[in-house]
């Protein structure tokens, strides 16, 4: 019997030569890539050739792709603590196209533990581990057989006293190569004098980075601290809140007057004043990253239109980037789902995207997203009777910039 001979894999066929042309020039074929719509189109392009690979992972490329294809949630987790279950809800956003709806069916959403954080593919969850009490996990819902990586014991203060005001936030660091990409911010008061102390990880072991103090009337309950680059942003308050009537309805709000900064390169606090001659609540305001970290966006939602302000860490001025009018939206919206809105219904801003590119909104038992670019509000959920509150609303973004393969030779031509 005669063996049988291998056969050479065939070669792919050639390149004709107005092919060759095109995809030999970097400049046209990076102008081919940076229209492709998702990250996960630019790992696929990555796996082609060490060239591509080049091309798709260079830094000034990533942003202008990223400001071209504004990243989009694939979804969010939800707090409503119904009487079925304490755990927060992964609500999948409907009408995803192919490729983010294949990136979801590929991942394992489903916790049973509460989530004190979202960001970058990442849930920061805590859970009991046996006798060891509440342990902090970071958990891949992208890449569930991953191991979860356990916080170390956070740093706790000592002699805090009931009366005075305390916060604390883990925040997550950008760009860190460490593993352990954390900060832990502690906020105390004493007599409106505060004092922010920053820890940071590394090698496993929580030390202080930085500690400033600074008087200042009050800050919010949550002053929504936000890390970018170098600078810790917190909405600072003139005064405790008080009960004030939107549309019928009565809220606790307290009146802005700037935004708190914690420069951590000098370990310095300063105030950023608000723009000039415009009334913030905190209850309607919002703080944003920019994409380039060279500021910070406040939005604002008053009289069902959105402003949004752009503060450049260059020039220190403040400018008014978008106005968006959402009563024609809600309109619309209402008049296509009638279980929208109502009599008396208020619109509340929940959380922003980074660079102010999308706002979910909660209105009544409706749960809104506007997609800023695109100009488009629609409904994302709903509650039910079962629901016992609405809490936090905690978007989960694709890993940005996306994790690319390991360089291989490239394919025989």
């Not at 890539?33 to 990533?62: G, Q």
């Not at 009565?250 to 001659?277: C, H, N, W, Y």
Request: net charge negative; charged share 20%.
């Amino acid at each position: 019997m005669e063996s049988k001979r291998l056969r050479s894999p065939t070669p792919p066929p050639a390149a004709s030569h107005g092919e060759s042309k095109v995809l030999g020039d970097d400049n046209l074929l990076r102008e081919i890539i940076v229209r492709l719509a998702f990250p996960t189109d630019l790992v696929r392009t990555a796996l082609v050739c060490k060239r591509w690979l080049s091309h798709a992972s260079e830094p000034a490329f990533l942003r202008r792709f990223r400001k071209l294809h504004p990243l989009r949630p694939l979804g969010f987790y939800i707090d409503t603590r119904s009487a079925d279950t304490a755990s927060p809800r992964f609500v999948e956003m409907p009408a995803q196209p192919p490729e983010l709806a294949a990136v979801c069916r590929r991942a394992s959403f489903d916790l049973d533990s509460f989530i004190w954080d979202c960001w970058n593919g990442s849930v920061l969850i805590i859970s009991q581990q046996g006798d060891n009490g509440l342990t902090s996990l970071v958990y891949s819902p992208l890449c569930p057989s991953r191991s979860m990586p356990v916080v170390p014991e956070l740093p706790q203060l000592d002699h805090i006293s009931p009366a005075n005001y305390t916060f604390e936030k883990l925040l997550f660091r950008e760009g860190d190569d460490n593993g352990m990409p954390y900060l832990w911010l502690l906020l105390q008061s004493i007599n409106h004098v505060y004092t922010v102390h920053v820890y940071m990880l590394q090698d496993g072991v929580w030390s202080k980075h930085t500690s400033a103090t600074t008087e200042f009337p009050h800050l919010p309950s949550e002053p929504k601290p936000l890390l970018i680059n170098s600078k810790i942003y917190m909405t600072a308050a003139l005064s405790l809140p008080n009960v004030v009537i939107v549309d019928n309805t009565s809220f606790r709000a307290a009146v802005l007057s700037g935004i708190l900064v914690m420069d951590l390169k000098d370990s310095s606090l300063f105030t950023i004043q608000l723009p000039e001659g415009v009334e913030f609540l905190d209850i309607d305001v919002l703080l944003a990253k920019a994409d380039d970290d060279s500021g910070v966006y406040l939005i604002q939602l008053k009289d069902l239109k959105l402003r949004i302000w752009l503060h450049s860490s260059s020039t220190g001025n403040w400018l008014l980037v978008d106005t968006i009018c959402l009563r024609e939206m809600l309109a619309a919206l209402t008049a296509s789902d009638h279980t929208v809105g109502g009599e008396h219904t208020v619109l509340r801003m929940k959380e922003a995207g980074d660079n102010a590119e999308f706002v979910f909104f909660q209105m009544g038992p409706s749960i809104l997203y506007l997609d800023i670019k695109c100009r488009e509000l629609r409904k994302v959920y709903a509650m039910t009777e079962h629901h016992q509150f609405l809490g936090h609303i905690y978007p989960f973004m694709m890993v940005w910039p996306p994790t690319f393969p390991a360089p291989k030779d490239d394919l025989a031509r």
